[in-house]
């Protein structure tokens, strides 16, 4: 099928294993480039080739580009799978590789710009007629703040034009709130990324957090695979996702999934992406575009059984998608839990060696994970050391089935989030699927106190 003949995987983590898997099934061969940190993680263990490209600090290694290229033509690697984080949105090395000759298993240069940057993401939404958050046309400054705001009403969200992960966000309520918001947005913005730029939009006030997954070919063909409920955030992190949303019917699913396969049509996008979408009222707004695989995109595959890493690398050697949207189909209900090294109350990371590691299994179970009993996680980099993604035929099913796998799932010398997730799988609030951003900040809040 591909004329990618060996990939280069420039991540760690389970994402790198995961990438590593797909190419396996595929029968292409493997790079893993690694951090002296990484020397003994899974993912090194199981590729045809390894190659140490710096020291612990991402700078130094896994953002490293020169390494990264250097890497690829030591072993002859032709492509670069990039994971998620790191590099997956730079444009600049999407750009180098490809003046190396070396296929980036992810959108054009071109596309990662447009989205990369939160205005011109929102100006060309409007423009391919995906519904947007009631805002400014563009940066907002001193002179025009406030009359921007009295535009679009109160209370208003400041944001970050490069932003991302919650930072350089400010909420202005009422007018006596707006330059001290305004101010500490661009602080903020400046330091996090260098640019103080911000922009306003309408708060709204219980929003959920919906996604819909799409793939181009980038000759003009695409499809999307339903939509994702990430509202369960802390800090604006995603900690739990499901898919279906339990907040959409089937009509108001298919109906945003076809305008967001429409939008990447007119763009010829290429590769997987994800549309990301307050919803409130049964009204969307599109918030931004991540031009990369996500975290979450396990969900996706468990209702739809399409392996998404798969269709990136078909689309990334010139063999179009696997399937068009009349062959998609949508079975059951599929849930996932980000299983991180922190304390579950406090969040604190808590690297160390991993003595004890069980996985459950059974019918449905799938965990996505790097983890190993022995395997020391290194204090330097995501907390993030495993996925568990349960399916189920309902979503009654699945959650039965999460409270079941819960209670087998073993990681011991450290501290890690599952035991929020006993507690979550309980509570009433979850199993009726009645949440929306701010449910976990509060439930923590509230149970904490």
Not at 49 to 60: A, K, L, Q, Y
Not at 140 to 154: D, K, M, Y
Not at 175 to 194: I, K, M
């Amino acid at each position: 099928m591909s004329t990618i003949s060996k990939i280069l995987i420039a991540n760690r983590g389970e994402i790198a294993l995961r990438v590593l898997r797909a190419c396996k099934e595929l029968g292409i061969a493997t790079v893993a480039v690694h951090s002296t940190a990484d020397a003994d993680a899974m993912h090194v263990r199981l590729a045809d080739e390894s190659v140490c490209i710096g020291p612990p600090p991402s700078r130094d290694s896994y953002l490293n580009i020169h390494q990264i290229v250097a890497a690829c033509e030591i072993t002859g690697a032709d492509a670069v799978h990039p994971g998620y984080g790191f590099l997956s949105e730079n444009a600049k090395f999407a750009d180098i590789l490809e003046a190396h000759g070396i296929t980036f298993i992810g959108p054009t240069a071109e596309h990662i710009r447009l989205m990369g940057d939160k205005i011109t993401a929102k100006q060309t939404a409007v423009e391919l007629g995906i519904p947007v958050v009631p805002g400014s046309d563009g940066e907002v400054t001193s002179e025009n703040v406030l009359e921007t705001a009295r535009q679009i009403g109160f209370p208003v969200l400041i944001k970050a034009t490069a932003g991302g992960g919650g930072r350089g966000m400010k909420v202005a309520k009422t007018e006596s709130d707006l330059e001290e918001a305004f101010n500490t947005a661009r602080t903020e913005a400046a330091a996090a990324f260098g640019n103080p730029a911000v922009y306003m939009e309408k708060y709204l006030g219980k929003p959920r957090h919906i996604e819909v997954q799409v793939v181009g070919d980038g000759a003009g063909n695409a499809i999307h695979l339903g939509e994702r409920d990430c509202s369960l955030q802390r800090r604006h992190q995603k900690v739990w996702e499901e898919a279906n949303s339990p907040a959409l019917n089937v009509e108001q699913r298919m109906r945003i999934g076809q305008i967001c396969a429409d939008a990447m049509k007119k763009m010829k996008y290429r590769g997987a992406g994800t549309v990301e979408f307050l919803y409130e009222n049964g009204e969307f707004y599109f918030i931004e575009m991540n031009t990369r695989l996500q975290v979450e995109h396990p969900i996706t595959e468990a209702i739809t059984g399409i392996d998404l890493v798969h269709e990136q690398i078909r689309v990334a050697s010139g063999a179009g998608l696997s399937v068009t949207q009349d062959e998609i189909t949508f079975h059951g209900h599929a849930i996932e839990c980000r299983i991180n090294a922190e304390d579950p109350r406090t969040f604190v990371p808590s690297p160390g060696t991993i003595t004890h590691f069980h996985a459950p299994g059974g019918l449905g179970v799938r965990v996505d994970s790097g983890a190993y009993a022995g395997y020391k996680i290194p204090p330097y980099y995501d907390s993030l050391i495993g996925k568990l993604i349960v399916h189920g035929r309902t979503r009654v099913e699945c959650m039965m089935r999460l409270r079941r796998v819960l209670d087998e799932f073993v990681v011991d010398g450290i501290k890690t989030t599952l035991p929020l997730f006993q507690d979550l799988v309980a509570n009433q609030d979850i199993a009726n699927g009645d949440y929306d951003i701010h449910w976990l900040e509060d439930y923590l809040a509230r149970t904490s106190a």
